[in-house]
């Protein structure tokens, strides 16, 4: 029975905590139903409400915000509308900073978030999974002598906290491994490791260039 029952959780828990994800995904995204007249809510439409189409609705909105703000007037619009808020006493300040990190971390350009790396933490004798996110910058990096990068080390099983390190460049070893599969093994502890490497890493191979 032990045995059984075990079999039966393997099944059922990976099961269970993937519908309760989509359904906190999807009943989030209901909420912009909130933003729509009554007479065109789904209940008054259809007479009952329909999971999911918050959700379809908020992908349809993100996609013509795309849309429209990647064209000459559209950008118009958008600088406009930032100048405004800059204008705005505590607003400003929130919206610059959240947009700034939004940009670097969306944007295909940067290099947020795409490399995993293997860094000594939170001793020399033992090592960790981190993400690279940059170089110091502003008045840090006139404090730091030698080449120095910045990663985000995440805690486990929730990545979603972490620390924020500066370390020596020379400290930091590029993994052959996708941010997707470092993530895996993160969250699941160690349990789900990533597949072997297919070529052999030499020392000089591995240092960040």
């Known amino acids: 029975m032990r045995k059984y029952f075990i079999t039966g959780l393997l ?6 905590i993937t519908a309760w994800v989509l359904n906190l995904v999807i009943s989030t995204m209901d ?3 909130l933003f729509v007249p009554e007479r065109w809510q789904p209940h008054t439409l259809f007479g009952a409400d329909i999971p999911g189409f918050g959700t379809l ?5 993100v996609f013509l915000t795309g849309l429209l703000t990647n064209n000459l007037v559209g950008n118009y619009v958008l600088r406009l509308w930032e100048k405004l808020l800059t204008r705005i006493p505590v607003v400003s300040s929130l919206y610059s900073s959240v947009k700034q990190v939004s940009d670097t971390l969306f944007s295909s350009s940067g ?7 293997l860094i ?3 001793h020399q004798n033992s090592w960790t999974i981190a ?17 120095y990068v910045s990663v985000y080390v995440p805690t486990t099983p929730n990545p979603t906290s972490g620390f924020f390190l500066m370390l020596a460049k ?3 070893v590029e993994l052959d491994m996708t941010v997707d599969a470092a993530l895996k093994y993160i969250v699941s502890m160690g349990v789900v490791a990533p597949e072997d490497a297919p070529k052999i890493i030499t020392p000089d191979d591995t240092k960040i260039n």
Request: charged share 15%; glycine share 10%.
């Open 31 to 33: 909420q912009s139903l």
């Open 120 to 122: 000594p933490y939170p």
């Open 111 to 117: 290099n947020a978030f795409r490399k995993a790396v």
């Open 170 to 172: 020379k400290d930091v």
């Open 131 to 147: 993400f690279l996110t940059g170089t110091p910058g502003g008045d840090v990096k006139n404090h730091l002598v030698g080449d």
């Open 11 to 16: 099944v059922l828990v990976p099961l269970a």
């Open 57 to 61: 609705l908020t992908i349809v909105i």
